[in-house]
């Protein structure tokens, strides 16, 4: 499946090819590309990204998500898993706004 | 001077119940530590750069604090771990005084772990300003005792180490205690699951028999950010567990209510006769005092400190209590009040009522100093530490890069700095050294974080008596 990856900061985009099984994080990986993560296990949220077109499905539940995360498209690419070709939101600043200040 | 050359001179010692003609790591006494100490050196700090956009790994830092260097305050050596994404966080050493009658054991082995990788290094700082890591304990073997999330570091007698989990395998409760031999190999688990639910630091005092455990969360409650809808659901701990410490089985369990909500660290005094220690709700910023009396534990609120309008908050801002160590002497209670910029002292010669001594306004969102020599400081004091002697104190400025992300965007761009006042013992007085500051910021690879910081002979939160 291909993975088109956008950074809303920079503005970089990059393409990568995604096999069969395999987590965009560890796609990246292969490709060289640099994407934030933690725990690799769904667990942390670090890697936390925006799902804009596409299917992807989570190899483990991804309980660093809430339902309200679920519902707005966030996806963690250490443990997605391409069902189709998609484009996805991707970088640090994905993660700071997946939960805000909650006093301010 | 080596950790060796340390024990040797302190190698005469004697106390309690152990024949002192052997020699090992560590002091024979907290006052034996402040008298033998000379001024630190090196400081050791965690350098973080999970969560940004910085192809990198975590470092530990090595920085120069002699003051009669030409690299003080500096940052002149950086060791690289193997893989991105730890969250390096606290660490702590293969031994300490608590093993002084051990021979041929010695301080010398740092132990870090990755909060949110659950991988466990092993560093070898026999050259103090070269350290080279020596061991890598794999995520795969910790989850395999169902736990992850290592926080807390401490030596236990005898030359193994115990770290206190914050998980299960999947990031979920409970939490739980991992043991490490003196290879650096995982013993096991060190609790019977079940004992606690939730964890986060500890401490142990021998002669009382006693470990102290606190609550932050579950890790998958935490690593995200902080979410007032887990506050309201209970998801955030408000306990203490005293453990029998020998049996390694939870005693007494004190809920230290709404006023106690999230206590992280916790502190006992150094003395191995003290029947005292204090816990920092961060939550509720309150500090808790917690004694012996009789044959139980018992908790008061010692310390309540306010929350304060700030015209671009909706809500009072809490100080939100990160960070407390006691003093090697037990003169001072220290504290950080993160989200204000304030840092403390407390005098607790009389544990039950502390009295305030002196605080320092920098950082945060009230402080009165928001840059040092040019610097934005960007964030609020976090961990401290201070040195043996009781004379300088040191703190960096980053909690957990998420909740950091949440609460001083800015430091995900400009990266942390180290701060140190230097304090009067006699006075009761802090003032902040304008001359001193660690740029984190300033990085080839980009800005980074820094969290915990230690010094290569031990250090007010390392070193635990018998």
Known sequence: ?104 | MSDAEQSGEAGAHDHHDYDHGVEGPGYATPQAAIEEAEPEQTAYVMGLHVGQDVDAPDFLAVVDVDLDSDTYGEIVERVQMPNRGDELHHFGWNACSSSCHVSGLERRHLVIPGQRSSRIHIVDTKDRRDPEITEVIEPEEVYEHDLSAPHTVHCIPDGEILISMLGDADGDLPGGFLELNDDFEIEGRWDPPGEIDMNYDFWYQPRYNVMVSTEWAAPKTYYPGFDLEDVEAGNYGRSLHFWDWEAGEVEQTIDLGEEGQIPLEVRFQHTPEGAHGFVGAALSSNIFHFWRDDDEWRVEKAIDFEAREHDDWDMPVPPLVTDILVSMDDRYLFGSNWLHGEVWMYDISDPANPRKADSLSVGGYFGDRQEVGGRDIVAGPQMLQLSLDGERLYWTTSLFSSWDNQFFPEEAEQGSVMLKADINPRKGTMRLDEDFLVDFGDLPEGPARAHEIRWPDGDCTSDVWQ
């Open chain 1, 1 to 104: 499946m291909e993975v088109r990856l956008c950074w809303r900061d920079s503005g970089r985009q990059e393409v990568l090819e995604v096999e069969e099984g395999e987590s965009v994080l560890e796609a990246a990986e292969v490709a060289g590309v640099g994407l934030p993560f933690g725990c690799r296990t769904g667990a942390c949220g670090t890697c936390a990204a925006l799902l804009f077109e596409g299917e992807v499905s989570h190899r483990r539940p991804p309980r660093a998500l809430k339902q309200r995360h679920l519902a707005d498209g966030y996806v963690l690419p250490c443990i997605a898993t391409p069902e189709t070709d998609v484009r996805l939101e991707v970088g640090a600043a994905v993660q700071r706004d997946l939960v805000p200040n909650p006093w301010k």
